[in-house]
């Protein structure tokens, strides 16, 4: 859905969206499948532009970095940003507002596309780093098997080149 901002002109205007977000669209590799979105919030005209506020609330499935099995994911966040039709270099980045830091980003048509502020928000909220679990063991390095699942595989461990390339630091005579 697009926001038809020439209608926002004194009084706010709210939204609410509920949308799927294609894992294409988020170029994010973790992220194999689509992901619900709900967006709601409100935009309103300040000076120069339009403020956007309000909640996204997402949830899907993401990918373990280890041993690639899904890891159902949920998140809601809160996002606030300025769309302004002119950015002055000095304050491209971020302007303050007491304690928040408020993103400015560039108008470029009258509209707010509530799907590109959905996927960006998505990608804002994914964690750092996803893992099934803690201590997830991963995938087999030799035969590729989920070491995670009892009897998986039975290979030997073979040593680590990071730890023998350690080794042969530390047995270099000093
Ligand atoms: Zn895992
Ligand atoms: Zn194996």
Redesign the pocket.
Known sequence: MRIDLSRVTTEPVGFVEELEVAPERLDASEVAAPVRARLSGEVRPVGGGYAVAGTLEASGSLT?V??L?AVPWQARETFAFELCREIASDSVDEVELGDDDLDRVQLVDDELDLGEVAAEQILLALPMRV???DD?A?LCPTCGENR?LEGACQCTPEPDPRWAALRDLSERPS
């Open positions: 373990c280890r041993c099995t893992v099934c679990r997830c991963g995670n």
